[in-house]
Protein backbone atom coordinates (compact mmCIF):
# COMPACT_ATOMS: atom_id res chain seq x y z
CA UNK A 1 0.00 0.00 0.00
CA UNK A 2 1.00 3.18 -1.13
CA UNK A 3 0.15 4.67 2.30
CA UNK A 4 -0.69 3.95 5.98
CA UNK A 5 -4.71 3.85 5.44
CA UNK A 6 -6.51 1.89 6.95
CA UNK A 7 -9.92 0.30 5.87
CA UNK A 8 -11.99 2.58 7.39
CA UNK A 9 -10.58 5.23 5.95
CA UNK A 10 -10.79 3.37 2.53
CA UNK A 11 -14.41 2.73 3.09
CA UNK A 12 -15.07 6.77 3.66
CA UNK A 13 -13.21 7.40 0.23
CA UNK A 14 -15.19 4.58 -1.57
CA UNK A 15 -18.69 6.54 -0.15
CA UNK A 16 -17.10 9.74 -0.87
CA UNK A 17 -16.77 9.19 -4.69
CA UNK A 18 -20.52 7.69 -4.87
CA UNK A 19 -20.70 11.51 -4.98
CA UNK A 20 -19.11 12.41 -7.64
CA UNK A 21 -20.98 14.72 -10.09
CA UNK A 22 -23.60 15.37 -7.99
CA UNK A 23 -22.87 18.72 -7.97
CA UNK A 24 -25.98 21.05 -5.80
CA UNK A 25 -27.61 18.92 -4.06
CA UNK A 26 -28.43 17.77 -0.45
CA UNK A 27 -25.93 15.42 -0.01
CA UNK A 28 -27.55 13.13 3.02
CA UNK A 29 -25.80 10.33 4.57
CA UNK A 30 -26.57 8.62 7.78
CA UNK A 31 -24.42 6.82 10.15
CA UNK A 32 -20.45 7.98 11.01
CA UNK A 33 -18.55 6.79 8.50
CA UNK A 34 -21.05 7.56 5.43
CA UNK A 35 -21.26 11.36 7.23
CA UNK A 36 -17.55 11.56 7.35
CA UNK A 37 -17.69 10.70 3.68
CA UNK A 38 -20.15 13.34 2.42
CA UNK A 39 -17.91 15.81 4.57
CA UNK A 40 -14.94 14.72 2.48
CA UNK A 41 -16.31 15.11 -0.87
CA UNK A 42 -17.41 18.67 -0.17
CA UNK A 43 -14.50 19.14 0.73
CA UNK A 44 -12.53 18.27 -1.67
CA UNK A 45 -14.14 17.96 -5.76
CA UNK A 46 -17.65 17.95 -4.86
CA UNK A 47 -17.79 21.69 -3.06
CA UNK A 48 -21.30 22.72 -4.62
CA UNK A 49 -23.46 20.29 -2.33
CA UNK A 50 -24.93 21.28 0.04
CA UNK A 51 -25.06 19.47 3.66
CA UNK A 52 -26.63 19.36 7.72
CA UNK A 53 -25.26 19.99 10.72
CA UNK A 54 -27.60 16.55 11.55
CA UNK A 55 -29.95 18.61 13.21
CA UNK A 56 -31.45 21.60 12.11
CA UNK A 57 -29.51 23.86 9.68
CA UNK A 58 -27.49 23.43 6.57
CA UNK A 59 -23.96 24.29 6.89
CA UNK A 60 -21.44 25.49 4.83
CA UNK A 61 -18.11 25.01 6.75
CA UNK A 62 -16.83 21.52 6.94
CA UNK A 63 -17.76 20.51 10.72
CA UNK A 64 -15.61 17.97 12.29
CA UNK A 65 -17.80 15.08 13.57
CA UNK A 66 -18.53 14.27 17.38
CA UNK A 67 -18.50 18.04 18.15
CA UNK A 68 -22.26 18.97 18.63
CA UNK A 69 -21.06 22.73 19.69
CA UNK A 70 -18.57 23.02 16.71
CA UNK A 71 -18.96 26.60 15.33
CA UNK A 72 -21.39 26.53 12.24
CA UNK A 73 -21.25 28.29 9.08
CA UNK A 74 -25.10 28.78 8.89
CA UNK A 75 -26.89 29.19 5.13
CA UNK A 76 -30.73 27.79 5.93
CA UNK A 77 -32.81 27.03 8.25
CA UNK A 78 -33.40 22.95 7.72
CA UNK A 79 -35.93 21.96 10.01
CA UNK A 80 -36.82 18.52 9.64
CA UNK A 81 -40.38 18.54 8.00
CA UNK A 82 -38.55 21.19 5.40
CA UNK A 83 -36.45 18.05 4.43
CA UNK A 84 -39.42 16.10 2.66
CA UNK A 85 -39.62 19.24 0.25
CA UNK A 86 -35.78 18.08 -0.71
CA UNK A 87 -36.54 14.36 -0.89
CA UNK A 88 -39.77 15.01 -2.83
CA UNK A 89 -38.26 17.57 -4.97
CA UNK A 90 -35.03 15.00 -6.04
CA UNK A 91 -32.45 16.98 -5.47
CA UNK A 92 -30.50 14.21 -2.92
CA UNK A 93 -28.21 11.52 -2.68
CA UNK A 94 -28.97 9.57 1.00
CA UNK A 95 -26.23 7.10 2.29
CA UNK A 96 -28.50 4.40 4.17
CA UNK A 97 -27.83 1.15 5.98
CA UNK A 98 -29.25 -2.12 5.39
CA UNK A 99 -29.50 -5.12 7.64
CA UNK A 100 -30.23 -7.10 4.55
CA UNK A 101 -29.81 -6.45 0.51
CA UNK A 102 -30.80 -8.63 -2.04
CA UNK A 103 -29.68 -8.74 -5.83
CA UNK A 104 -31.75 -6.61 -7.28
CA UNK A 105 -30.82 -3.75 -4.33
CA UNK A 106 -34.05 -4.52 -2.58
CA UNK A 107 -32.80 -3.37 1.33
CA UNK A 108 -34.66 -3.62 4.69
CA UNK A 109 -33.77 -2.33 7.88
CA UNK A 110 -37.27 -2.67 9.11
CA UNK A 111 -37.31 -6.08 11.09
CA UNK A 112 -36.32 -9.61 10.47
CA UNK A 113 -38.80 -12.35 10.15
CA UNK A 114 -42.75 -11.99 9.92
CA UNK A 115 -43.76 -8.12 9.97
CA UNK A 116 -46.39 -8.29 12.53
CA UNK A 117 -44.79 -10.31 15.12
CA UNK A 118 -41.04 -10.10 13.93
CA UNK A 119 -38.37 -12.19 15.41
CA UNK A 120 -36.12 -9.19 15.48
CA UNK A 121 -37.71 -5.27 15.75
CA UNK A 122 -35.14 -3.68 13.52
CA UNK A 123 -35.70 -0.14 12.82
CA UNK A 124 -39.05 0.47 10.34
CA UNK A 125 -39.27 1.81 7.25
CA UNK A 126 -37.97 5.00 8.55
CA UNK A 127 -37.79 7.06 5.22
CA UNK A 128 -36.66 4.81 2.96
CA UNK A 129 -40.05 3.66 0.84
CA UNK A 130 -40.17 7.70 0.27
CA UNK A 131 -36.37 8.12 -0.83
CA UNK A 132 -36.18 5.28 -2.94
CA UNK A 133 -38.58 6.62 -5.50
CA UNK A 134 -37.70 10.03 -5.42
CA UNK A 135 -33.85 10.42 -5.24
CA UNK A 136 -30.50 8.68 -5.99
CA UNK A 137 -29.61 6.29 -3.07
CA UNK A 138 -26.47 4.63 -1.77
CA UNK A 139 -25.75 1.50 0.66
CA UNK A 140 -23.21 1.48 3.65
CA UNK A 141 -22.92 -1.86 4.94
CA UNK A 142 -20.02 -2.41 7.40
CA UNK A 143 -21.06 -6.31 8.05
CA UNK A 144 -20.62 -8.21 4.91
CA UNK A 145 -21.84 -11.49 5.45
CA UNK A 146 -24.43 -14.05 3.88
CA UNK A 147 -26.82 -12.87 6.53
CA UNK A 148 -26.82 -9.29 5.28
CA UNK A 149 -26.40 -9.89 1.68
CA UNK A 150 -29.21 -12.41 1.09
CA UNK A 151 -31.30 -13.57 -2.00
CA UNK A 152 -34.53 -12.13 -0.82
CA UNK A 153 -34.81 -9.76 2.04
CA UNK A 154 -37.57 -10.64 4.96
CA UNK A 155 -39.09 -6.60 4.15
CA UNK A 156 -38.51 -4.25 2.11
CA UNK A 157 -37.90 -1.14 3.11
CA UNK A 158 -36.22 0.21 0.04
CA UNK A 159 -37.44 -1.13 -3.19
CA UNK A 160 -34.76 -2.51 -5.51
CA UNK A 161 -34.37 -2.58 -9.66
CA UNK A 162 -36.90 -5.33 -10.02
CA UNK A 163 -39.34 -3.52 -8.20
CA UNK A 164 -39.32 -0.05 -9.57
CA UNK A 165 -39.56 -1.86 -12.85
CA UNK A 166 -43.23 -2.44 -12.51
CA UNK A 167 -43.86 1.06 -11.76
CA UNK A 168 -44.20 4.70 -13.29
CA UNK A 169 -41.75 6.27 -15.99
CA UNK A 170 -41.85 9.20 -13.52
CA UNK A 171 -40.27 6.56 -10.47
CA UNK A 172 -38.06 5.01 -12.63
CA UNK A 173 -36.82 8.26 -13.54
CA UNK A 174 -36.02 9.14 -9.92
CA UNK A 175 -34.51 6.05 -8.65
CA UNK A 176 -31.08 5.22 -8.83
CA UNK A 177 -28.60 3.08 -6.58
CA UNK A 178 -25.46 4.83 -6.88
CA UNK A 179 -23.09 2.45 -5.05
CA UNK A 180 -23.66 -0.19 -2.34
CA UNK A 181 -20.07 -0.11 0.05
CA UNK A 182 -19.51 -2.64 2.02
CA UNK A 183 -16.23 -3.36 4.25
CA UNK A 184 -15.09 -6.02 1.71
CA UNK A 185 -15.87 -4.29 -1.72
CA UNK A 186 -17.98 -1.94 -3.76
CA UNK A 187 -20.58 -2.67 -6.10
CA UNK A 188 -23.63 -1.53 -8.42
CA UNK A 189 -26.09 -1.96 -10.80
CA UNK A 190 -24.37 -0.87 -13.75
CA UNK A 191 -25.26 -3.78 -16.37
CA UNK A 192 -28.25 -4.28 -18.17
CA UNK A 193 -30.08 -7.17 -16.04
CA UNK A 194 -29.80 -4.47 -13.06
CA UNK A 195 -28.14 -7.36 -11.37
CA UNK A 196 -25.74 -6.24 -8.39
CA UNK A 197 -22.57 -6.48 -9.35
CA UNK A 198 -18.81 -6.27 -8.22
CA UNK A 199 -16.85 -2.98 -8.76
CA UNK A 200 -14.00 -3.59 -6.70
CA UNK A 201 -12.13 -5.62 -3.83
CA UNK A 202 -11.13 -3.56 -0.75
CA UNK A 203 -7.36 -4.02 -0.39
CA UNK A 204 -6.73 -7.29 1.41
CA UNK A 205 -9.80 -8.32 0.85
CA UNK A 206 -9.81 -11.56 -2.57
CA UNK A 207 -13.05 -11.64 -4.60
CA UNK A 208 -12.91 -15.13 -3.18
CA UNK A 209 -13.89 -13.91 0.39
CA UNK A 210 -16.13 -11.25 -1.18
CA UNK A 211 -18.05 -14.78 -3.39
CA UNK A 212 -18.42 -16.63 -0.22
CA UNK A 213 -19.61 -13.92 1.83
CA UNK A 214 -22.19 -12.95 -0.21
CA UNK A 215 -25.49 -15.31 -0.39
CA UNK A 216 -26.23 -14.48 -4.08
CA UNK A 217 -24.64 -14.86 -7.35
CA UNK A 218 -23.14 -11.75 -7.64
CA UNK A 219 -21.99 -10.38 -11.29
CA UNK A 220 -18.24 -10.70 -11.71
CA UNK A 221 -16.91 -8.58 -14.68
CA UNK A 222 -13.87 -9.10 -15.92
CA UNK A 223 -10.63 -6.68 -14.99
CA UNK A 224 -12.03 -5.75 -11.55
CA UNK A 225 -9.35 -3.86 -9.49
CA UNK A 226 -8.99 -2.86 -6.23
CA UNK A 227 -10.61 0.16 -4.26
CA UNK A 228 -8.75 2.92 -4.76
CA UNK A 229 -6.67 3.95 -1.27
CA UNK A 230 -7.10 7.94 0.06
CA UNK A 231 -5.09 10.28 -1.12
CA UNK A 232 -2.51 12.17 1.80
CA UNK A 233 -4.66 15.07 1.35
CA UNK A 234 -8.00 13.40 2.21
CA UNK A 235 -6.41 11.50 5.06
CA UNK A 236 -5.12 14.51 6.56
CA UNK A 237 -8.68 16.39 6.03
CA UNK A 238 -10.06 12.68 7.46
CA UNK A 239 -8.17 12.19 10.89
CA UNK A 240 -7.28 16.26 11.77
CA UNK A 241 -9.89 18.08 9.92
CA UNK A 242 -13.35 15.61 9.55
CA UNK A 243 -13.31 13.14 12.21
CA UNK A 244 -10.12 13.77 14.72
CA UNK A 245 -11.71 11.70 17.60
CA UNK A 246 -11.75 8.80 15.24
CA UNK A 247 -15.20 7.69 15.60
CA UNK A 248 -14.63 6.19 11.82
CA UNK A 249 -13.12 3.27 13.77
CA UNK A 250 -15.86 2.46 16.45
CA UNK A 251 -18.43 2.12 13.50
CA UNK A 252 -16.46 -0.40 11.84
CA UNK A 253 -16.97 -3.75 12.20
CA UNK A 254 -13.24 -5.56 11.01
CA UNK A 255 -14.53 -9.12 9.99
CA UNK B 1 -48.51 51.45 26.02
CA UNK B 2 -48.00 50.96 22.38
CA UNK B 3 -51.52 49.49 21.92
CA UNK B 4 -55.19 49.80 23.00
CA UNK B 5 -55.09 46.69 26.29
CA UNK B 6 -58.07 44.35 25.85
CA UNK B 7 -58.84 42.73 29.03
CA UNK B 8 -58.52 38.94 28.78
CA UNK B 9 -61.45 36.65 29.27
CA UNK B 10 -59.89 33.59 28.29
CA UNK B 11 -58.43 31.15 30.64
CA UNK B 12 -57.85 27.69 29.73
CA UNK B 13 -55.34 26.38 32.34
CA UNK B 14 -55.78 22.95 33.17
CA UNK B 15 -53.78 20.47 35.26
CA UNK B 16 -52.48 17.16 33.59
CA UNK B 17 -55.23 15.50 36.08
CA UNK B 18 -58.12 17.60 34.39
CA UNK B 19 -56.84 16.64 31.07
CA UNK B 20 -57.36 13.05 32.15
CA UNK B 21 -60.69 13.77 32.29
CA UNK B 22 -61.10 14.97 29.15
CA UNK B 23 -60.10 11.31 27.57
CA UNK B 24 -61.62 8.27 27.13
CA UNK B 25 -61.03 4.64 26.21
CA UNK B 26 -60.55 3.83 22.26
CA UNK B 27 -59.53 7.64 21.48
CA UNK B 28 -57.20 8.42 18.91
CA UNK B 29 -54.58 10.64 20.38
CA UNK B 30 -51.76 12.68 18.72
CA UNK B 31 -48.54 13.04 20.60
CA UNK B 32 -46.08 16.14 18.79
CA UNK B 33 -42.32 16.07 19.65
CA UNK B 34 -40.50 13.94 17.36
CA UNK B 35 -38.40 10.48 18.70
CA UNK B 36 -36.63 11.63 22.01
CA UNK B 37 -37.77 15.64 21.23
CA UNK B 38 -39.76 17.96 23.17
CA UNK B 39 -42.17 15.08 24.08
CA UNK B 40 -45.39 16.05 26.55
CA UNK B 41 -44.12 13.38 28.99
CA UNK B 42 -45.54 14.89 31.61
CA UNK B 43 -49.07 14.34 30.07
CA UNK B 44 -48.32 11.10 29.15
CA UNK B 45 -47.17 9.90 32.06
CA UNK B 46 -50.48 10.96 33.83
CA UNK B 47 -51.97 8.37 30.86
CA UNK B 48 -49.88 5.76 31.92
CA UNK B 49 -51.34 5.78 35.30
CA UNK B 50 -54.44 6.29 34.46
CA UNK B 51 -57.38 3.59 33.76
CA UNK B 52 -57.70 4.40 30.12
CA UNK B 53 -57.08 1.86 27.77
CA UNK B 54 -57.23 0.90 23.98
CA UNK B 55 -55.99 3.69 22.73
CA UNK B 56 -54.66 4.45 19.23
CA UNK B 57 -51.66 6.97 19.13
CA UNK B 58 -50.40 8.99 16.86
CA UNK B 59 -46.67 10.01 16.91
CA UNK B 60 -43.28 10.51 15.21
CA UNK B 61 -42.44 8.08 18.08
CA UNK B 62 -40.23 8.10 20.98
CA UNK B 63 -40.82 6.87 24.82
CA UNK B 64 -44.04 8.73 24.21
CA UNK B 65 -44.97 5.29 22.54
CA UNK B 66 -42.48 3.03 24.72
CA UNK B 67 -43.88 4.41 27.54
CA UNK B 68 -47.44 3.35 26.94
CA UNK B 69 -46.56 -0.23 25.46
CA UNK B 70 -45.04 -0.68 28.80
CA UNK B 71 -48.66 0.35 30.62
CA UNK B 72 -50.83 -1.57 28.16
CA UNK B 73 -52.70 1.55 26.92
CA UNK B 74 -52.39 1.00 23.64
CA UNK B 75 -53.90 -0.93 20.84
CA UNK B 76 -52.76 0.53 17.93
CA UNK B 77 -49.48 2.46 17.28
CA UNK B 78 -49.70 4.75 14.26
CA UNK B 79 -46.29 6.31 13.00
CA UNK B 80 -43.24 7.06 10.99
CA UNK B 81 -40.73 5.43 13.60
CA UNK B 82 -40.04 4.78 17.16
CA UNK B 83 -36.68 6.19 18.21
CA UNK B 84 -34.43 6.96 21.16
CA UNK B 85 -32.36 9.08 18.78
CA UNK B 86 -28.82 8.25 21.32
CA UNK B 87 -30.54 4.69 21.03
CA UNK B 88 -31.96 4.01 17.71
CA UNK B 89 -35.04 1.71 18.22
CA UNK B 90 -37.08 2.37 21.66
CA UNK B 91 -36.81 -0.68 23.81
CA UNK B 92 -40.28 -0.72 25.20
CA UNK B 93 -41.85 -0.62 21.59
CA UNK B 94 -39.58 -3.24 20.28
CA UNK B 95 -40.62 -5.76 23.03
CA UNK B 96 -44.10 -4.87 22.32
CA UNK B 97 -43.85 -5.50 18.85
CA UNK B 98 -41.58 -8.59 19.22
CA UNK B 99 -44.57 -10.01 21.73
CA UNK B 100 -46.98 -9.36 19.37
CA UNK B 101 -48.88 -7.26 21.84
CA UNK B 102 -49.80 -4.16 19.78
CA UNK B 103 -51.42 -3.70 16.48
CA UNK B 104 -49.22 -0.75 14.33
CA UNK B 105 -49.38 1.10 11.21
CA UNK B 106 -45.85 1.71 9.73
CA UNK B 107 -45.40 4.24 7.43
CA UNK B 108 -42.82 5.98 5.69
CA UNK B 109 -41.86 9.14 7.58
CA UNK B 110 -42.91 11.13 4.67
CA UNK B 111 -46.04 9.53 4.33
CA UNK B 112 -47.09 10.16 7.66
CA UNK B 113 -46.92 13.81 7.77
CA UNK B 114 -48.70 14.24 4.10
CA UNK B 115 -51.23 11.81 6.88
CA UNK B 116 -51.06 14.70 9.47
CA UNK B 117 -51.56 17.56 6.44
CA UNK B 118 -55.11 15.84 5.03
CA UNK B 119 -56.54 15.69 8.47
CA UNK B 120 -55.54 19.60 9.16
CA UNK B 121 -56.74 20.90 5.69
CA UNK B 122 -60.04 18.28 6.43
CA UNK B 123 -58.87 16.29 3.19
CA UNK B 124 -59.76 12.83 2.63
CA UNK B 125 -56.35 11.73 1.66
CA UNK B 126 -52.79 13.14 0.09
CA UNK B 127 -51.16 11.68 -2.84
CA UNK B 128 -47.57 10.05 -2.98
CA UNK B 129 -45.26 8.14 -4.67
CA UNK B 130 -44.06 6.93 -1.32
CA UNK B 131 -44.89 3.32 -0.56
CA UNK B 132 -44.68 2.51 -4.12
CA UNK B 133 -42.39 -0.82 -4.55
CA UNK B 134 -41.70 -1.37 -0.89
CA UNK B 135 -43.64 -2.84 1.47
CA UNK B 136 -45.40 -0.36 3.11
CA UNK B 137 -48.78 -1.26 0.96
CA UNK B 138 -48.32 -5.29 2.01
CA UNK B 139 -48.29 -3.96 5.72
CA UNK B 140 -51.11 -1.64 5.58
CA UNK B 141 -53.79 -3.17 2.92
CA UNK B 142 -56.43 -0.20 4.03
CA UNK B 143 -53.95 2.42 2.06
CA UNK B 144 -55.44 2.35 -1.33
CA UNK B 145 -53.46 3.95 -4.43
CA UNK B 146 -55.49 5.81 -7.19
CA UNK B 147 -54.97 7.01 -10.56
CA UNK B 148 -53.77 10.33 -11.68
CA UNK B 149 -56.50 12.58 -13.52
CA UNK B 150 -53.60 14.01 -15.34
CA UNK B 151 -51.87 12.30 -18.25
CA UNK B 152 -48.06 11.51 -17.42
CA UNK B 153 -45.73 12.95 -19.10
CA UNK B 154 -45.73 9.54 -20.89
CA UNK B 155 -49.09 10.72 -22.20
CA UNK B 156 -51.13 7.21 -21.98
CA UNK B 157 -52.49 7.55 -18.65
CA UNK B 158 -52.22 8.81 -15.26
CA UNK B 159 -49.50 7.90 -12.87
CA UNK B 160 -50.36 5.39 -10.09
CA UNK B 161 -50.09 7.02 -6.82
CA UNK B 162 -50.31 6.16 -3.12
CA UNK B 163 -53.54 7.92 -1.14
CA UNK B 164 -52.56 8.60 2.38
CA UNK B 165 -55.60 8.68 4.54
CA UNK B 166 -56.15 11.84 6.64
CA UNK B 167 -54.97 10.68 10.53
CA UNK B 168 -57.99 12.05 11.79
CA UNK B 169 -57.47 12.78 15.90
CA UNK B 170 -59.47 13.05 18.53
CA UNK B 171 -57.54 14.62 20.96
CA UNK B 172 -53.64 16.08 20.63
CA UNK B 173 -50.86 16.67 22.68
CA UNK B 174 -48.20 18.49 22.75
CA UNK B 175 -45.16 20.48 24.57
CA UNK B 176 -43.96 24.18 24.00
CA UNK B 177 -41.54 25.94 25.77
CA UNK B 178 -44.06 28.81 26.40
CA UNK B 179 -47.93 29.97 26.13
CA UNK B 180 -50.44 32.26 27.80
CA UNK B 181 -53.34 31.55 29.45
CA UNK B 182 -55.46 32.32 26.56
CA UNK B 183 -53.54 29.05 24.50
CA UNK B 184 -51.14 30.92 22.03
CA UNK B 185 -47.87 28.54 22.14
CA UNK B 186 -44.48 29.40 21.34
CA UNK B 187 -41.42 27.26 20.60
CA UNK B 188 -37.58 28.15 20.90
CA UNK B 189 -36.02 25.69 19.86
CA UNK B 190 -34.20 24.66 16.29
CA UNK B 191 -37.59 22.82 15.65
CA UNK B 192 -41.21 22.87 15.57
CA UNK B 193 -41.58 19.06 13.96
CA UNK B 194 -45.25 19.13 13.46
CA UNK B 195 -46.70 20.29 16.57
CA UNK B 196 -48.69 23.08 14.63
CA UNK B 197 -50.39 20.37 12.41
CA UNK B 198 -50.91 17.95 15.23
CA UNK B 199 -53.27 20.50 16.73
CA UNK B 200 -55.11 21.47 13.70
CA UNK B 201 -55.46 17.60 13.00
CA UNK B 202 -57.11 16.77 15.83
CA UNK B 203 -60.70 18.16 17.55
CA UNK B 204 -59.10 19.08 20.76
CA UNK B 205 -55.33 20.32 21.72
CA UNK B 206 -54.00 20.15 24.97
CA UNK B 207 -51.25 21.53 25.18
CA UNK B 208 -48.08 21.89 27.94
CA UNK B 209 -45.12 24.37 28.41
CA UNK B 210 -42.35 25.30 30.34
CA UNK B 211 -43.81 28.33 31.52
CA UNK B 212 -46.96 30.15 31.11
CA UNK B 213 -46.33 34.11 30.54
CA UNK B 214 -48.11 37.05 29.46
CA UNK B 215 -48.87 38.12 25.65
CA UNK B 216 -47.30 40.72 25.57
CA UNK B 217 -44.03 38.65 26.81
CA UNK B 218 -43.82 36.45 23.43
CA UNK B 219 -41.74 38.46 21.55
CA UNK B 220 -39.33 39.52 24.06
CA UNK B 221 -38.52 35.89 24.09
CA UNK B 222 -38.34 35.07 20.44
CA UNK B 223 -39.11 36.33 17.03
CA UNK B 224 -42.26 36.42 15.66
CA UNK B 225 -41.66 33.08 13.72
CA UNK B 226 -41.98 31.64 17.05
CA UNK B 227 -45.30 31.79 17.46
CA UNK B 228 -46.69 29.25 15.23
CA UNK B 229 -49.57 27.58 17.64
CA UNK B 230 -52.35 30.06 17.47
CA UNK B 231 -54.92 29.40 20.12
CA UNK B 232 -57.74 28.74 17.64
CA UNK B 233 -56.29 25.24 17.87
CA UNK B 234 -55.70 24.64 21.59
CA UNK B 235 -57.92 23.89 24.00
CA UNK B 236 -56.50 23.35 27.13
CA UNK B 237 -52.96 24.61 28.86
CA UNK B 238 -50.89 22.86 31.47
CA UNK B 239 -47.82 24.18 33.05
CA UNK B 240 -45.02 21.95 33.27
CA UNK B 241 -41.80 22.88 34.05
CA UNK B 242 -39.49 20.34 33.16
CA UNK B 243 -42.54 18.55 31.36
CA UNK B 244 -40.90 17.04 28.24
CA UNK B 245 -38.30 15.47 30.73
CA UNK B 246 -36.30 13.09 29.94
CA UNK B 247 -36.49 14.20 26.69
CA UNK B 248 -34.75 17.14 25.11
CA UNK B 249 -36.62 20.52 25.62
CA UNK B 250 -33.74 23.24 24.06
CA UNK B 251 -33.00 26.23 24.82
CA UNK B 252 -34.67 25.36 28.44
CA UNK B 253 -32.64 21.89 28.54
CA UNK B 254 -30.62 19.17 26.80
CA UNK B 255 -32.19 15.56 26.77
CA UNK B 256 -31.52 13.68 30.18
CA UNK B 257 -29.50 10.86 28.69
CA UNK B 258 -28.77 9.19 32.12
CA UNK B 259 -32.11 8.57 32.50
CA UNK B 260 -32.86 7.80 29.45
CA UNK B 261 -30.25 5.09 29.41
CA UNK B 262 -31.95 3.75 33.23
CA UNK B 263 -35.49 4.04 31.11
CA UNK B 264 -34.72 1.87 28.50
CA UNK B 265 -32.87 -0.32 30.42
CA UNK B 266 -36.12 -1.25 32.18
CA UNK B 267 -37.09 -3.05 28.83
CA UNK B 268 -34.78 -5.72 29.49
CA UNK B 269 -36.77 -7.77 32.22
CA UNK B 270 -40.24 -7.61 34.53
CA UNK B 271 -38.17 -7.08 37.50
CA UNK B 272 -36.21 -3.88 35.88
CA UNK B 273 -39.37 -2.32 34.77
CA UNK B 274 -41.35 -3.16 37.97
CA UNK B 275 -38.45 -1.26 39.42
CA UNK B 276 -38.63 1.43 37.39
CA UNK B 277 -42.74 1.92 37.51
CA UNK B 278 -42.64 2.20 40.89
CA UNK B 279 -39.58 5.22 41.36
CA UNK B 280 -41.29 6.89 39.01
CA UNK B 281 -44.59 6.28 37.18
CA UNK B 282 -46.45 6.00 40.67
CA UNK B 283 -45.44 9.57 41.26
CA UNK B 284 -49.01 10.82 41.43
CA UNK B 285 -48.27 14.25 40.02
CA UNK B 286 -45.89 15.90 37.70
CA UNK B 287 -44.24 17.59 40.67
CA UNK B 288 -43.56 14.20 42.48
CA UNK B 289 -42.33 13.02 39.45
CA UNK B 290 -39.04 15.70 39.52
CA UNK B 291 -38.72 15.34 42.70
CA UNK B 292 -38.11 11.32 42.46
CA UNK B 293 -35.80 12.28 39.26
CA UNK B 294 -33.96 14.60 41.43
CA UNK B 295 -33.37 12.34 44.82
CA UNK B 296 -31.67 10.21 42.21
CA UNK B 297 -29.22 12.90 40.84
CA UNK B 298 -28.71 13.93 44.55
CA UNK B 299 -28.06 10.65 45.48
CA UNK B 300 -25.48 10.11 42.47
CA UNK B 301 -23.48 13.51 43.64
CA UNK B 302 -22.95 12.37 47.20
CA UNK B 303 -21.89 8.93 45.88
CA UNK B 304 -19.61 10.07 43.25
CA UNK B 305 -18.71 13.18 46.37
Known amino acids: ?255 | MGCSSVEVVIDKKMTETEVIEELSDGMTIGIGGWGSRRKPMSLVRAIARSNLKDLTIVSYGGPDIGLLCATGKIRKAIYGFVSLDSIPLEPHFRNAKQEGTIETSELDEGAFYLGLLAAAHRMPFYPTRAGLGSDMLMMNPEIKTIESPYKSSDGEKGEELVAIPALNLDVSLIHMNRADLQGNGQFLGPDLYFDDLFAKAAKRTFMSCEKIIPTEDFLKEGSVHTLKIPRLFVNGVIEAPRGAHFTECPPDYDRDEVFQSEYAASAKDSQSWENFKQKYLEATSHQEYLKAVDSRTQIEESQNG
Open chain 1, 1 to 255: MANDATIDEICVTAIADSFRGDGEILCNPIGNIPVIAGRLAKATFEPAMVMTDTVSVLAANTIPIGEPNAEKLVEAWMPYRDLFDIVWSGRRHIVMGASQIDPHGNQNFAAIGDWKKPKAQLLGLRGAPGNLVNNTTSYWIPNHSTRSFVQKVDIVSGPGYDRISQLSNEIQQNHEIRKIVSNLGVFNFSNSEKRMQLVSNHPDVTIDEIVTSTGFELLIPDGIEETRIPTKEELKLIREVIDPHSLRKSEFVKK
